[in-house]
């Protein structure tokens, strides 16, 4: 009686079916897993620019027009700048709105500072790491509280003892950007304005808009670069208030 078995041939075949299946299998778990890690990476990227309008816009809705008297303090001024990465205005401004230190209150008045500063000063991850993009800077939202003195350096030891350490409220946020630009809309000569200050007019401007660039990679740059592309002119983050 002859014994049965699987011949050389079936075996090498049968190995190349399931080697064939489990590349499949493999590439499809592969494919499912990128896709995930994908998602999640937009989704909190979509989380952090909310967070950023957000943040920007709270603050620019309750601007402070009104400086106390014989302040220092910058009402609402900004200045424009630009070099070869991009735009680097700054807008600095009082606002009523409470900052985010858990010592502030209510109605405390607080000034914020938009300005663009190095990489390294990022407390938070838009879009990519630092690392991934040259010359990529930082955009630093800084809130002081306002403090009960003509300057802040007037203030005595034992007025801050009394504030209960109100300069550690220092409040401060940031996110790697290659570009930050701030426009102000003049209503009485109906056009827009780079540059704005609440000293020489005695006014806040009618709008304020402002545009942002996320950073981009030495690849993406060449890119932009061959197809004409200036991301100046289509921001991706461009606000309205």
């Known amino acids: 009686m002859r014994r049965q078995g699987f011949t050389l041939i079936e075996v090498l075949a049968a190995t190349a079916v399931l080697a064939v299946v489990l590349a499949i299998v493999y590439g499809t778990f592969a494919a499912v897993t990128t896709t995930m890690e994908v998602g999640r990476e937009e989704a909190e990227r979509l989380r952090e620019r909310q967070l950023l309008v957000r943040t920007v816009r709270s603050a620019l809705e309750s601007v402070y027009a009104h400086a106390p008297e014989d302040s220092q303090w910058i009402v609402f001024e900004g200045t424009s700048s630009s070099d070869r990465i991009g735009h680097a205005d700054m807008l600095t401004f009082m606002a009523a709105s409470p900052a985010r230190s858990g010592k502030a209150l209510p109605g405390d008045l607080k000034q914020v500072r938009f300005e663009l500063t190095g990489a390294e000063n990022q407390t938070q991850h838009l879009s990519r790491d630092a690392g991934d993009a040259s010359g990529v800077r930082a955009l630093l939202i800084a809130e002081v509280p306002y403090l009960t003195a003509a300057n802040p350096a007037d203030v005595d030891a034992r007025e801050l003892e009394a504030m209960d ?77």
């Open 165 to 241: 350490g109100a300069l550690e409220t220092l409040s401060e946020f940031s996110v790697p950007m290659q570009g930050f630009r701030v426009e102000y809309y003049d209503g009485s000569q109906d056009e827009w304005r780079d540059e704005w200050s609440y000293e020489e007019r005695q006014r806040l401007p009618w709008a304020v808009r402002l545009s942002l660039v996320l950073p981009r990679t030495d690849e993406e740059r060449e890119v932009e670069r061959l197809e004409g592309i200036n991301p100046e002119d289509d921001p991706d983050i461009d606000m309205l208030v």
